[in-house]
């Protein structure tokens, strides 16, 4: 109101408005969602939540808004700290269909589908990319994302599955024949072909450059996000790829990265990302399969450093398959960067562990890694500002 009569002296109703508009649009706790410390608490001090605040970065979490009046209910009558109803409310939130901005906004951070708005393939090379084909990569992941969520599928089923969705447009780039129509439906795939969060376009083309693949941002994008071991930033000055051509002979990706890999300062992380990478190299760079490469057969098969052999895309699969207890706890890691808003300390690594203990007698299903991170010491506690 004070805002109101200050506009209101200075011209109508409506300029009092303005101001009122004006103020809400620019306060911190309208832009924010703040978390204060409690009254007299020493800087530095960890602290449990209390239920209104564990009802909030609850509802944020799963929902991306502010509880309703059931998760509030319970937080004022001081129930939400027990264990059996706490679970109870994840698992109802979960099913909840205001649930539905958790899996685009999760998916979009975790898989880095945001950077697909950024994705431009060369027209030149890559006539068949539109904007159509872009809006379908985005909405099979999310739709397939979301179906794993619902279905209360395992983690490594996030890999594995032998479905999609597609519409007509998206059916004929990959080359699925039967699939007509705007409207998106459930296929499932045959065998050997795609399947899996890692056959998708979204995800294949994010990974690459605009004019051509590259096993080396594959590789680094499949550690960051399905393996959860990250390579460290690249020295200074690093060389780049030899030309396609020498001596007048067209070289592959893979010959070229040979030829980079002699520079002892590029060999060490190379070794871990391009084996990786070289395994989605039969997708181009908008997702579409292939098999030769500059009129070459395409060789996708790698093997890493710790011998571990690599034939291709299912190759791959069957490795995060061999490697599920690691790759559920890349996904416990991802929740909880996600639900806190932050990265993670390395003091809170035995959490992620511990998570990933308590889930593995389920299958590591997406229920009991969330409920995992919602009992957490990182979910449940705060440290006040220093």
């Keep these: 109101m004070t805002h109101y009569a200050r506009g209101r002296r200075e011209g109508d109703f409506w300029t009092g408005m303005g101001r009122v508009i004006e103020y809400i649009l620019v306060d911190p706790e309208f832009l924010f969602r703040i978390e204060p410390d409690p009254a007299r608490i020493p800087p530095g001090t960890v602290y449990r939540l209390d239920d209104i ?5 609850l509802s944020f979490f799963l929902w991306s808004s502010i509880p309703d009046d059931e998760l509030l209910a319970l937080a004022e009558r001081g ?25 685009d906004n999760f998916v979009g951070q975790w898989l880095t589908q945001r950077a697909l708005e950024r994705s431009s393939p060369v027209p030149e090379l890559f006539p068949q990319f539109d904007d159509n084909l872009r809006d379908a990569f985005s909405q099979e992941t999310r739709l397939f994302v979301e179906s794993q969520l619902r279905e209360d599928g395992r983690a490594i089923d996030l890999v594995t599955a032998d479905y999609t969705y597609l519409n007509e447009r998206l059916a004929r780039h990959y080359g699925i024949a039967d ?3 705007s409207r998106f439906r459930r296929v499932t795939l045959p065998q050997g072909s795609r399947g899996g969060v890692l056959g998708q376009g979204s995800v294949l083309t994010v990974s690459s450059y605009a004019h051509r693949t590259s096993p080396v941002i594959r590789g680094k994008w499949l550690l960051d996000n399905m393996f959860g071991s990250p390579p460290p930033p690249p020295p200074p000055n690093v060389p780049a790829l030899p030309d396609t051509t020498t001596g007048g002979k067209s070289l592959s990706v893979r010959a070229r990265l040979e030829q980079h890999r002699k520079n002892p300062a590029c060999a060490s992380c190379h070794a871990r990302m391009d084996p990786l990478g070289f395994a989605l190299e039969n997708f181009d760079a908008i997702g579409a399969w292939r098999s030769t ?25 069957q490795l995060l398959a061999n490697r599920q207890d690691d790759f559920a706890a890349t ?14 300390s390395p003091s809170e690594t035995p959490y992620i562990r511990a998570i990933t203990r308590q889930a593995a007698p389920d299958g590591y299903r997406w229920s009991s890694l969330i409920v995992g991170v919602v009992n957490s010491v990182p979910f449940q506690y705060r440290r006040s500002s220093p």
């Design 331 to 344: 996904i416990a890691e991802k929740l909880m960067i996600y639900a806190l808003g932050r990265g993670l």
């Design 179 to 181: 699939v007509y129509g």
């Design 79 to 103: 129930k939400l700290h027990d264990p059996a109803v706490l679970e109870h409310q994840v698992r109802r939130m979960l099913r909840d269909k205001r649930s539905q901005p958790f899996t």
């Design 293 to 317: 490469e500059n009129g070459a057969p395409l060789d996708a098969s790698g093997a890493l450093i710790d011998g571990a052999k690599i034939d291709g895309f299912t190759g791959l699969k």
């Design 53 to 57: 605040q564990l009802a909030s970065r």
